[in-house]
């Protein structure tokens, strides 16, 4: 079984910043692609970033040159970096890993954290 585990969202004010951390653990063979999404209530759940297992990353316009995606596959651990947060990037951020779980499948499972709250306010 694999777990992802989130950590460090919160409430911080607008031009804040915050750190997000993702870390896999369980039968992790390798990992592939990782992302961020973000879902506010009656909304659909939109990509923030991604980033591959070379390090090559994908950020919504949105979030371009404010946020910063990474990845440390020592430690199977994914982080998001975001500075001079707004308001409107309140919602629940979710991870996302596509894990190789097996030595008998070449295949990889789409796994998710649990999710985790940031509130940008003043």
């Known amino acids: 079984q694999v777990q992802l585990v989130q950590s460090g969202g919160g409430l911080v004010q607008p031009g804040g910043s915050l750190r997000l951390s993702c870390a896999a653990s369980?039968?992790?063979?390798?990992?592939?692609?990782g992302a961020w999404y973000r879902q506010v209530l009656g909304k659909e759940r939109e990509l923030v970033a991604n980033?591959?297992?070379?390090?090559?990353?994908y950020y919504a316009d949105s979030v371009k040159g404010r946020f910063t995606i990474s990845r440390d596959n020592a430690k199977n651990t994914m982080f998001l970096q975001m500075n001079s947060l707004k308001p409107e990037d309140t919602a629940v951020y979710y991870c996302?890993?596509?894990?190789?779980?097996?030595?008998?499948?070449?295949?990889?499972?789409?796994?998710w954290g649990q999710g985790t709250q940031v509130t940008v306010s003043s």
């Open positions: 996302s890993l596509m894990i190789r779980d097996s030595d008998y499948t070449a295949s990889y499972a789409n796994y």
């Open positions: 980033i591959n297992s070379v390090g090559t990353t």
């Open positions: 369980g039968r992790i063979r390798s990992i592939s692609v």
